[in-house]
Structure formats: structure tokens, C-alpha cells
């Protein structure tokens, strides 16, 4: 099965074979060894500056999300959203009872900085939450300019950087995020089960609320800073994770995000020939192509008929259910040949429906 989905992406032999090695205990002075590894990569791609935490919480992307949310000491946050994972965020603010504001914006648009600067000159918030990359309509939002807006207005900034953490220029430090999260499935290409998470010196100021034992970052510090112990890590994707991390420094996050570029866009163009159109009305995420199908052909259809030609893909979630094809351009999903053999299989289904 060729794996092309937005998340989970493929694994490189290296990270595989890092699965493979004998187990440890997870206060094994090798694999906290290990941990310090990560941590070091973890700080060179967040960048989150001088007194951050940085950690990989186990779990998925979800827990990264969650965790910033149940250590914030109290709302009123302001969720922006354009997709289904701001929704997400809307609805974990909600349950932990941060006084949500939630400003939507039409699904396939980016998120706007004129309206998030007036609601933020309404209101005071604790907090400024966006996703950088919406994997449901494969938009960027303005991730830099969103997080000024919340500097200015003196509030947190929290980024989700699930779509875009090792595969496009990011710098907590020059975007203004306090707490930024991904999974380990997506743009790094390792195992799912892990959740990269950074904190800045200012957001572990505010995060003092303990809504939650396992996601309490005053524990995961207690592990990860210390090496003291909080619960059992998955020791073996720890491994891979940080040959996994290895690769995309060697490689460059200026040379992934060429590389998603490029795929993206020889891609786009061979999807328009055959009548495919795309879903983003501006500002397109290069690691996520989300398009229409041609007029006649049904999107959920379609991702049935290219699974039973050994290809995955994703259909719509959210405001695009039904609606679209999702193609992964994250890690080792950005490659030609792989979509090569993904286009070849859409005419075989292509033909048949
Ligand atoms: C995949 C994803 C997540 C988290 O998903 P998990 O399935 O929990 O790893 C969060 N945000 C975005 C933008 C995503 O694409």
C-alpha cells in the first residue's frame, strides 16, 4: 500500500530500523541520553528561545494540542479557525473551560489579520490560538502577522504546527508563538505516538493550571529536564523519532520545503489536466493539496477506487467532507515518484468511474 494520506506519512528505512533495537527502561541513562538528543533537535526546529521547554509528550498531535490548553491558567482565549482542526482547538478550550471566542473564517480562505486585530482590540485575552497549516482545506494562515497582533495586544500566541514543523520556515521566536506543538506522524515522517511540544519561558509562566495528571507539563519537565520519572515512555519511538529528527536536519528544512514545493506544484498541474480543480482560494499550504474532483466524479468514491489500486489518500474532513481529495506533501509523503505511481493509478480509477 502506498501510504500518501496528509498524516500518517511514511517512515525512511533508518527511523524503521531504529524501531528494531533491543528495549530499554525508560530511566536508562542511554535513553535519557536519547531524550537530551531530541530535546537539542526539538530546540533547532521550534526555536522557542532562552528557558523553553521542549518535549515529545506521548501521544498524538491531539495531546500537543490539548496539553497547552490544560495548563493555561484561565481565558478568555480568542480560537481562530478556518477548518477542522481550529474547531478542534474551539471545542478543548471549551471543555477546559477557557471562555472561548471563536472567529471563523470561510473554510478555503486564510485566517485575516484585519478582523483578529479588531476582536482583539474588543476584548483582552489570555490567548491567541491558531493552525498554521488547516490540513481539512490545505490553507497557510498567517502565522507571523497573527502572532505580532497578539504581542501587541498582550496576549499568549499558540500555534499549531502540525502541517508545517520541519517542512517550512518556522521560528517561535520570530512568529511570536508561546507554545507550539506537531505530531511525530506528519512532517517529520516518523511513527505516530508522539507529540513535539515547545514552551516558552513565558508561556511556563502562565501555565500553571493542572487540569489533568498525564498532560501536566510540570511532570513532563520533571521527566524531560530532569529525568525523573512521570510514566513509562514509548522508548522505542523515541529512538526513531530522533532519527527521524537526524534526517530532516540533514536534509534542511529549505531543501524540504523545495522539495514539498515543487511536488506540489507539478502535482496541481497534472490534477488540472484531468479536470481536478483546487480548493484553496488563496494562500495554499505546500504540504497538504487539497482538490475537487473532476464534475461527475464523487471525492469518497474516488479514495475507495485509488485504495483498491493500492494507493491511500484522505478525503474531506470537517468543512470539506465529502468534498475533496487530501494529498500528503509531509516528509517522506513529498516525493515524485511515489506520485508518479498515485497518477497512474487515478487514471486506471479514473476510467472506471
Ligand atoms: C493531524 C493534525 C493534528 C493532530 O492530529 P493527531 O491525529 O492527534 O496526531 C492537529 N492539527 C493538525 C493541523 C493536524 O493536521
Given at each position: 500500500m502506498l501510504l500518501l494520506t496528509p498524516g500518517p506519512t511514511p517512515i525512511p528505512e533508518r527511523v524503521q530500523k531504529a524501531l528494531l533495537r533491543p528495549m530499554r527502561g525508560h530511566l536508562d541513562p542511554e535513553v535519557l541520553g536519547v531524550n537530551r538528543a531530541i530535546?537539542?533537535?526539538?530546540?533547532?526546529?521550534?526555536?522557542?528561545?532562552?528557558?523553553?521547554?521542549?518535549?515529545?509528550?506521548?501521544?498524538?498531535?491531539?495531546?500537543?494540542?490539548?496539553?497547552?490548553?490544560?495548563?493555561?491558567?484561565?481565558?478568555?482565549?480568542?480560537?481562530?479557525?478556518?477548518?477542522?482542526?481550529?474547531?478542534?482547538?474551539?471545542?478543548?478550550?471549551?471543555?477546559?473551560?477557557?471562555?472561548?471566542?471563536?472567529?471563523?473564517?470561510?473554510?478555503?480562505?486564510?485566517?485575516?489579520?484585519?478582523?483578529?486585530?479588531?476582536?482583539?482590540?474588543?476584548?483582552?485575552?489570555?490567548?491567541?490560538?491558531?493552525?498554521?497549516?488547516?490540513?481539512?482545506?490545505?490553507?497557510?494562515?498567517?502565522a507571523r502577522e497573527i502572532g505580532a497582533l497578539a504581542k501587541e495586544a498582550g496576549a499568549l500566541f499558540f500555534l499549531d504546527a502540525v502541517t508545517t514543523l520541519g517542512?517550512?520556515?518556522?521560528?517561535?521566536?520570530?512568529?511570536?508563538?508561546?507554545?507550539?506543538?506537531?505530531?511525530?506522524?506528519?512532517?517529520?515522517?516518523?511513527?505516530?505516538?508522539?507529540?513535539?511540544?515547545?514552551?516558552?519561558?513565558?508561556?511556563?509562566?502562565?501555565?500553571?493550571?493542572?487540569?489533568?495528571?498525564?498532560?501536566?507539563?510540570?511532570?513532563?519537565?520533571?521527566h524531560w529536564e530532569r529525568g525523573g520519572y512521570h510514566h513509562t515512555t514509548p522508548v522505542l519511538l523515541?529512538?526513531?523519532?530522533?532519527?527521524?529528527?537526524?534526517?530532516?536536519?540533514?536534509?534542511?528544512?529549505?531543501?524540504?520545503?523545495?522539495?514539498?514545493?515543487?511536488?506540489?506544484?507539478?502535482?496541481?498541474?497534472?490534477?488540472?489536466?484531468?479536470?481536478?480543480?483546487?480548493?484553496?482560494?488563496?494562500s495554499p499550504l505546500p504540504t497538504v493539496l487539497v482538490v475537487r474532483p473532476p464534475e461527475g466524479v464523487e471525492a469518497d468514491r474516488l479514495v475507495k477506487a485509488l485504495y483498491a489500486e493500492g494507493v491511500a489518500v484522505a478525503g474531506g474532513i470537517g468543512p470539506t467532507r465529502g468534498q475533496v481529495l487530501r494529498l500528503g506533501l509531509m516528509g517522506e509523503g513529498a516525493r515524485k515518484e511515489a506520485y508518479g505511481f498515485f497518477l497512474k493509478a487515478l487514471d486506471r480509477a479514473l476510467a472506471l468511474a
Open positions: 530535546q537539542e533537535r526539538l530546540l533547532a526546529l521550534f526555536d522557542p528561545g532562552e528557558g523553553a521547554l521542549v518535549a515529545a509528550l506521548a501521544g498524538s498531535g491531539s495531546l500537543g494540542m490539548e496539553a497547552g490548553l490544560a495548563a493555561l491558567d484561565r481565558g478568555p482565549v480568542l480560537i481562530l479557525t478556518n477548518g477542522a482542526f481550529g474547531d478542534r482547538i474551539a471545542e478543548m478550550a471549551l471543555l477546559h473551560g477557557l471562555e472561548p471566542t471563536v472567529l471563523e473564517f470561510p473554510p478555503g480562505e486564510p485566517v485575516d489579520p484585519g478582523a483578529v486585530a479588531q476582536a482583539l482590540k474588543a476584548r483582552r485575552y489570555r490567548l491567541v490560538a491558531l493552525v498554521h497549516g488547516e490540513t481539512s482545506t490545505g490553507v497557510l494562515n498567517p517542512m517550512l520556515p518556522f521560528s517561535m521566536r520570530e512568529m511570536g508563538a508561546d507554545y507550539a506543538f506537531t505530531g511525530s506522524q506528519k512532517c517529520l515522517s516518523a511513527p505516530p505516538g508522539l507529540a513535539p511540544i515547545a514552551v516558552s519561558r513565558e508561556a511556563r509562566r502562565a501555565f500553571t493550571a493542572r487540569r489533568g495528571w498525564y498532560p501536566d507539563l510540570e511532570r513532563v519537565a520533571e523515541h529512538y526513531a523519532l530522533l532519527e527521524a529528527l537526524d534526517l530532516a536536519l540533514e536534509e534542511g528544512v529549505e531543501a524540504r520545503e523545495r522539495r514539498a514545493r515543487e511536488v506540489y506544484a507539478w502535482l496541481l498541474e497534472e490534477l488540472l489536466v484531468r479536470g481536478f480543480r483546487p480548493y484553496p482560494k488563496a
